[in-house]
């Protein structure tokens, strides 16, 4: 059972997602958007280890005049690799998420024993 688990853990990578949310209109709902794209991550096998709410911010370019701001929230989570693809078209389709970006997170240190 203990060295199942840790192959599936091999077979897991450590991802960082950085969403931004379209908060137009739905400034009270924002914890649901969060649980939302939380779900997607776990439906979809990953597990998640932080998730770090950024701000509010406007945008610099406007590429849609609907959307000149956008929440930002900063995921790490552990997924399979083949899982970010479907993933990603999967929040894509998500009308709370204006913008998606995935990359490799850097392993966790061992903690130091003294």
């Given at each position: 059972?203990?060295?199942?688990?840790?192959?599936?853990?091999?077979?897991?990578?450590?991802?960082?997602?950085?969403?931004i949310?379209?908060t137009?209109?739905?400034?009270?709902?924002?914890?649901?958007?969060?649980?939302?794209?939380?779900?997607?991550?776990?439906?979809?096998?990953?597990?998640?280890?932080?998730?770090?709410?950024?701000?509010?911010?406007?945008?610099?370019?406007?590429?849609?005049?609907?959307f000149?701001?956008?929440?930002?929230?900063?995921?790490?989570?552990?997924?399979?690799?083949?899982?970010?693809?479907?993933?990603?078209?999967?929040?894509?389709?998500?009308?709370?998420?204006?913008?998606?970006?995935?990359?490799?997170?850097?392993?966790?240190?061992?903690?130091?024993?003294?």
């Open positions: 059972m203990v060295s199942s688990l840790r192959n599936i853990r091999k077979q897991m990578k450590r991802y960082e997602g950085l969403f949310l379209n137009a209109g739905k400034e009270e709902g924002i914890k649901d958007m969060i649980d939302k794209v939380s779900a997607e991550i776990t439906s979809a096998g990953g597990r998640i280890e932080t998730v770090q709410k950024m701000d509010k911010k406007n945008f610099m370019r406007v590429a849609d005049k609907r000149n701001s956008g929440f930002y929230v900063n995921i790490i989570f552990d997924a399979k690799p083949d899982s970010i693809a479907g993933l990603r078209k999967h929040l894509v389709l998500n009308d709370d998420v204006f913008r998606v970006m995935f990359n490799t997170a850097p392993p966790l240190k061992a903690a130091a024993t003294t």
